[in-house]
């Protein structure tokens, strides 16, 4: 028999937004995988910071969005990553950096400071695909103002 579970809010501090980037190799290396990243509950449209990661997959593979969802339930996260069936995992790293501009150049000749930000992911595969040459690596260029206010919305 089947148990019944309960839907439990999280508390809204903790409320976020799913969002599944699903990707794929070109002709030369055939793999299906996805990210999972969560945003700012306040961040429920795609902006510039999901386009520029987008993009930066792009360069390598094909990519598109799969999932764009409120997580607002204990385990919903987890219920919605066990639909894919997932079993391999491999660290991924996409590196936020400012998208060089005449203007950002003399703003810096004048003094600004300007950083990169590392984001760290986590991978995962379908069971049996092979990822022997998938880049692990990769930079998604935003505008500096959008940059500095969007980077640390992503979890």
Known sequence: MNKMLPFKFLPENEHKHLRIIKFHGKDYNKFMSFIFYLRDF????LDNLDY??????NESFIADFQLNTKIIFENQLKEIQNRYKLEEIKD?????????TDSLIKEMQMGRQVYSYPKYFKISFLKGHNFMYLHNYH???LDINDLEKLQDTIK
């Open 92 to 100: 991924f790293t996409i590196q936020l950096s400012p998208a060089v």
């Open 42 to 45: 306040n961040y429920e449209q």
């Open 52 to 57: 520029a990661i987008l993009e930066a997959l």
């Open 139 to 141: 930079v998604a260029y």
